[in-house]
């Protein structure tokens, strides 16, 4: 927690400063771990960092901060531990496949041969020492490859085309667009954040768009706090009749950009409650709060990229990389509890 306080990811960095650094070496008891027991060590307990997280919004809301007056959500496309270069087409999987399933078979032949006159020669010792390594390699590419396979289908269903990519270092990862206009496997990080900076919930999810995470995101808060916001607000990027029609069903009051007006003479996009809340976003207290959403929900994205240097994510798999996301929140967190709580 504190190397992410301090915008320090890296095992061996943390290592090193284990060495020459006070709070480091206080917090390591005096040991000095080398860096694959403290990367071994954020992989084992990464379940425990949502607890961690947990407990910067306890001691928020007992400093009497987290105020859900107002809240807002975003989410920010952060880059995955991974590159295009480790990804291949559906197709070129297929074809990848069927290629190393007739080399495993050569090469299962080859042993098949070599054994049996071994065998005639020597007698049925069965001493070998195990598989080949070149054998070992290609199942091993094998089954990355099915495994990526497999996540592509699942998630492109009845859309997927040969065309569509995914990566082996990382299948739960997917191609986003990141803030630089940049094409890269990322993870969608969200974050709902009270009026004085404080993140009170977050998400993560394997998909470019938001608009599912909306009541998930609101769920979380209450869950975390005890309490639901007096109003949430969101960008367009959340908007679905469905998302409105729920949150009408359980009379939770929300703001959730439109989009731009389109030209005189055309009608607004229909569903009876986007249009509602199209008519709600002109009252002017409802553009008052709504204004505050930008640099309320954006901010600790800015923080987290700029002074915590977090950039992209180290661990792989959406349950490994949702714990780091949880332990980045909850060091911005404290550091907001350090400038804004009570003396």
């Given at each position: 927690l504190l190397g992410a306080i301090e915008g320090v990811y890296s095992g061996r960095a943390i290592a090193r400063r284990v060495y020459f650094d006070l709070r480091f070496q206080f917090l390591a008891g005096a040991l000095r771990p080398d860096f694959r027991t403290i990367n071994r060590f954020r992989v084992r307990h990464r379940a425990e960092f949502s607890e961690v997280f947990l407990q910067t919004v306890q001691i928020?809301?007992?400093?009497?901060?987290?105020?859900?007056?107002?809240?807002?959500?975003?989410g920010s496309k952060l880059r995955a531990n991974t590159s295009r270069h480790k990804a291949m087409s559906h197709g070129r999987m297929v074809e990848a496949e069927e290629q190393l399933a007739d080399e495993i078979g050569q090469i299962l032949a080859q042993m098949d041969e070599l054994n049996e006159g071994e065998d005639q020669e020597h007698g049925d010792d069965d001493g070998g020492g195990g598989l080949p390594a070149e054998l070992q390699a290609r199942e091993r590419r094998r089954e990355r490859i099915r495994a990526a396979r497999a996540q592509l289908e699942k998630?492109?269903?009845e859309r997927l085309e040969s065309r569509h990519q995914k990566s082996f270092a990382d299948p739960e990862a997917n191609m986003m667009k990141t803030g630089d206009g940049a094409l890269a496997y990322c993870y969608n990080a969200q974050a709902a954040t009270s009026e004085d900076g404080i993140i009170v919930a977050t998400g993560l999810l394997s998909a470019a768009n938001d608009v599912t995470a909306l009541i998930p995101m609101i769920e979380a808060v209450e869950a975390n706090t005890g309490e639901c916001?007096?109003?949430?607000?969101a960008?367009?990027?959340?908007?679905s009749e469905a998302t409105l029609e729920e949150l009408d069903r359980r009379g939770q009051r929300c703001l959730v950009a439109v989009g731009r007006e389109r030209k005189k003479g055309t009608r607004w996009p229909q569903g009876r409650f986007t249009q509602r809340m199209h008519r709600v976003l002109r009252f002017g207290w409802a553009?008052?709060?709504y204004a505050h959403r930008k640099t309320q929900a954006e901010r600790p994205f800015a923080e987290i990229k700029q002074?915590?240097?977090?950039?992209r994510f180290r661990l792989r798999?959406?349950?490994?990389?949702?714990g780091e996301?949880?332990?980045?929140?909850?060091?911005?967190?404290?550091?907001?509890?350090?400038r804004r709580a009570p003396a």
């Open positions: 928020a809301r007992a400093s009497g901060l987290a105020k859900l007056g107002r809240v807002a959500i975003d998630e492109k269903g916001p007096d109003v949430t607000l960008d367009h990027g959340y908007l553009q008052t709060l002074r915590l240097c977090f950039q798999g959406q349950e490994k990389v949702r996301w949880d332990l980045v929140c909850a060091a911005l967190n404290l550091k907001t509890l350090w």
